[in-house]
């Protein structure tokens, strides 16, 4: 008998089982194991991109440790690579290609920031390109691997990776995980939705005439959100900053596993190279007002935007039903990691009270605030002088809170805080620096720092990232020691 | 590298602790920016009182390169680990609101659901005996924290208690050895451009005129900068928060060991403090005029203290509120004259240590950005409103109706923000999160349940494992902290131990 008997959940119903609704089920299971869970697999949807192009941010290393899934595990079966860092090529104002590494950049000194103290240096013509400071992009430029030490005095501490995941093979995995715990599934072809007289979903009706009741459902049907829009239909639109609409994942043949992406932007859009174990995978996005016809043959559409409140009764949208995005940023997964992990902390009573959804709404909001902002960092300030897309971003007027960024940024290299940031202060600096938005003056604090010290120190850190990169082992070496060994 | 020229004249104005924090701060962290000049009139000297402060401080005083030791000396200061709170959710109940967390999260949940979950089942516990500082507090124990985050060592942290009076002093042969000047003077008149409104200079009682480019209004109640010369909005909170008066007096320590905490007192219209230093007490009652005589407010506080009074009772008068602005044209008001929140949590010195730190972040490059001066009060704002919310909540969670001023507190209608994080912890033990400023999620529990307020729910996840297993975990937890305590010195032998490296 529960200690609350009136108030804890009983029942919840997970619809979707694509990568969102496994990892969802995974967790609820391990951490709510009186509670009956139900997996109802519908058609996949060819729009929703965490099961297309499923990646993730350093921190998703925790969820998997939460649902019990061995990173080994996952490098053996050549379903997860390694990501230090993603290189822009064609994507910024003077040209050149442009790392954003995982980790940490350069060293502060005397409490100041790091980025702060290459702008002063960059002013001073004493400084390498920023992604040479950071060990993930010194490494993965190099072709070069190796895990992070978790001694915080050791130079490979500044080391952070993500993952990418073979979107199949990660499935299945999931899939048998799931599988191995017992978790009820429900094949089912176009659902009903019964209302109840408050609001909220009362139950499932399948084409089979089965029902499904549940106090809580979990909508993980992607960018259709067929649950969730049955309540609640409220959507922001962010294809005023994020034009993209039209996206295509094909196989890009085999390739050698390497632990940088590649984005290139296009005269329409971007093309995404990403190496996974066995061969690589191109993501291709177009926003199709620019586009050739010819080019949105073959693609998916996609609406840049997000659901202001994913939790409405005792319905909660995960993943693409929540928020949806052509593929610009690693961090599909990361967003249905941390929607999962703020649901679990926040999981409220059987009566879904207005109350206590406020709280998850809050932050969810406010971390994909941000997550636009930094996407549309991206398309209006790219620097391109070319091609009518560009041009039409580089006059569209940013959201507050990246024009607040870009301001204070631009005119002082400050970073403003902002509740609920998925990336941090190295992330956004580099790049608002690889972009070529440069500080127009040097922060007076940085300028107590001796230049010629700052001068040497620097250029001796940055060999030191040579020197420690050389040591290390060419990727697909180090993937083969992973996976032959115990 | 800038040169001397381009350095912004920064004039600071008044001298206590919030002017010679600002003077230190700007010359250690800002010393090829500006020149800094601080202004004020020659001081008499009175026997402190007593103050209280946060952790944060403790960043502050190590940012300036000063050794803990040497800072605790000069300031006559003992360890504080937190605040011991007797009377306000009821008369007769007490709780220590500390600077640290309960135990640590178990299987992703944090402590607070366990205990609800056993109280409910009739195994209740003291939630506070999972506050590794609370068993330090109860036993007069003092040790400092580790950094290594995995032991239970790291989980508190703690700020000092010292003579306010030391405090401005030591900042200043800080602020004057690293390049502050000092003019001693009372200041008659401003001057002011006559189209922009900005202050261009001070003219002072001999005469001299004093310029600058920013001028940092440190002036207290007085606001002579931006008060009475810029006019600049106040926004009053009385109606929340309706203590305006203070009485203070400084008493002899009692016979044994030195608390490692302040003690606040409710009392029939406002509040106690209990301050204890390394060979003084200091005392005060904050109380509201509308409910209390200053008289009977004087008695009141004379008769509550232990030791002997070492001087007259000394009053003080302010008011619960802050500028809309703090930063006004080229005028940045600190401490005072910016803002006023009751020493109840001790945030008088955080908030200005705080804006001292936004003014260094958004120090002036050319001119004054009208964007920068935007942020800054964007920041310094929401600390005062949270600070605010945090300090109404102690009041407005109470059973007390034993006077007018306690039925006041009780029933009125407190700001959307604090209903919100009331209404939402009262159904389920959540607290709405933000990471930064003051104060974070085991502060608000502490004030929360501590002053009666237990959720009607909590996190389910907590009743999944057996209530035996649950028992035993908060059981071995309990006696776990209380013999890493029981291996700590005495307070009285810490503080010892402190002066002691000095010497060596």
Redesign the interface.
Known sequence: M???PD???RSICIVGAGITGLSAALAFAR????VQLTLVETPADPANLTDRLPSGLPVMRGFHE?IGLSERDLVRAAIATHRLATRFDGWSHSGASWLHAHGDVGQPAD?IAFHQLWVAAHARGDAEPFGHYALAAVLAEAGRFTHPSPEPASPLAAIDYGLRLDPIAYHQFLDQRCAMLGIVRVKAGPLGVERRSDGGIASLHCSDGATIAADLFLDCTGPSATLLSAVDQAFDDWSAWLPCDQFMVEDGGSAEPGCRDTIIATVSGWRWLMPLAQHAITATCLASAFADPGETGKTVSVMAGARPHPWVHNVLALGDAALTMAPLLPINLTLVHNAI?RA??????RDC?A??L??YN??TALEACRVRDFAALHMLRSGRQSGALWQALASTPPPDSLG?TL??FA??G?L??Y?EEIFGPHAWAATLLGLGVLPV??D??A??ID?ALARQAMARFAQSLRDIAARALPYPEYLGRMTATN | ??DHLARKKVIIVGGGTAGWMAAAALVR??????EVRLVESAEIGIVGVGEATLPHIRNFVE?LGLDEADFMRATQATFKLGIDFHDFGRIGTNYLHPFGDFGRRI??VELLHYWR?MQ??GEDSDLFAYSIANIMAAQNRFAPPVTDGDHFLSTYNYAYQFDATLFAPYMRRFAEANGASRTEGRVISVEQNPESGDVTALVMDDGTRIAGDLFVDCSGFAALLIGKTLQSEWEDWSHWLPCDRAVAMPSTSPDGSIEPYTRATAMAAGWRWRIPLQSRVGNGYVYSSAHLSDEDAAEALVRSVEGAAMAEPRQLRFRAGRRKRSWDKNVVAVGLASGFLEPLESTSIYLAQGAIQQL????P??DI?A??RA?YNR?VDIEYDRIRDFLILHYHATKRDDSDFWNHVRTMTVPDSLQ?KL??FR??G?I?????GLFHEPSWIAVLVGQGIVP??????A??APSAAVKQTLASLRSHLGGLVGAMPGHDSALKRCAAAIAA
């Not at chain 1, 951490?31 to 009186?34: D, F, G, Q, V």
């Not at chain 1, 679990?344 to 009573?349: I, M, Q």
């Not at chain 2, 260094?360 to 120090?363: M, S």
């Open positions: 529960t200690p609350q108030r804890a959940i951490s709510l194991p009186m939460l409490g992990v679990l902390t926040l999981l409220p009573g009270h109350v206590e406020a709280e809050r932050r607040h301001d204070q005119a002082r400050r403003p805080f509740e003056a040097i007076p604090a300028g107590r230049a | 590298m800038a962290h800002l010393p090829h920016a500006c940012a299987n992703g979950r409910a089942e260094i972040d958004l120090f490059i050319d950005r964007a920068d942020e920041m919100e209404d939402l159904r389920s959540r709405a999160r933000y990471s930064h009607q729910g909590w996190d389910q996840r009743d999944a």
